[in-house]
């Protein structure tokens, strides 16, 4: 039968581990995308009545679902977007959480 002691010991083992993975993996996985080696992921999420959208696009400055002129510069960005609808009418605010520039490595 295991001790008590080894089993905390292993518990805070595993820990130590898996924060070391998450605090080598996530710089790494930003590095990756911000060279262009790594696909950033797109994704749109609703949340009630705010919407979490992920892409990737050539005009970081211009809020999802809305044309603007194309840039020279690629980018990864991730936007809240929320839509508050009440008696006085409808009201949509795009509020950009990241702006990460990709750069596309030789």
């Known amino acids: ?17 898996c ?3 998450a605090i080598v993996a996530c710089p790494l996985g930003v590095v990756g995308v911000w060279r262009g080696i790594l696909s950033p992921p797109w994704f749109d999420q609703t949340l009630g009545t705010r919407r979490v959208i992920g892409y990737h696009t050539w005009n970081a400055s211009c809020p999802p679902y809305v044309g603007c002129a194309p840039t020279r510069r690629e ?5 809240l977007v929320v839509d508050q609808s009440g008696p006085a009418g409808q009201s949509k605010g795009a ?12």
């Open 95 to 106: 509020y950009r959480f990241l702006s990460l520039e990709i750069d596309h490595a030789p």
């Open 1 to 17: 039968m295991m001790s008590a002691s080894r089993w905390q010991r292993g518990c805070i083992v595993l820990s130590v581990a």
């Open 75 to 79: 980018s990864y960005v991730i936007w």
């Open 19 to 21: 924060l070391i993975v």
